[in-house]
């Protein structure tokens, strides 16, 4: 018995043997991360990874991500977070230009020129009550 504990203890100790195949891609994720902070796309952030992106999506899904598309939206959402908060500090101190612009998307505030009549005059309506038919009218020039 103790000769099949031992080849059994043999088989348990070696290591796995190479199916053959491409070796897996080893995903990069805090460059990964750093990329989708600042909105890069799919391609590029393959490309940097030194893959294709149908295999960055295949290792993402393999390591429990559910897809690219998914993992973007989650750590592109830091990106968007961080810019936000540097156009608000930017605001905050005084930044003109980025307080109007603030305004504008998160208050719905719009550039309007609104008509005004400094005078103070009330508009003029002229209505013209024609009874008859006139006929025979002759224009002539004022100046002549």
């Known amino acids: 018995m103790a000769h099949y504990d031992d080849q059994r203890d043999e088989l ?14 080893v995903i990069d994720y805090k460059k990964l991360d750093a990329m989708c902070a ?12 030194d893959m294709d992106y149908e295999a960055m999506n295949r290792a993402l899904k393999r390591d ?12 592109g959402a830091n990106g968007k977070m961080s810019l936000r908060r540097k156009q ?14 603030l305004g504008k998307q998160w208050l719905g505030q719009a550039d309007k020129a609104e008509e005004t009549n400094d005078l103070g005059a009330q508009p003029l309506t002229i209505n013209f009550a024609v009874s008859e038919a006139v006929k025979d009218i002759k224009v002539t020039n004022a100046d002549t």
Do not use: V
């Open 12 to 25: 348990r100790d070696k290591k796995p043997k190479n199916k053959g195949g491409r070796p897996l891609k």
């Open 38 to 49: 600042i909105h890069c796309t799919g391609e590029e952030c393959a490309a940097i990874l």
């Open 88 to 101: 608000f500090d930017h605001a905050m101190s005084g930044n003109a230009t980025m307080l109007i612009w």
């Open 64 to 75: 429990g991500n559910k897809s690219f598309k998914d993992y973007f939206k989650q750590k």
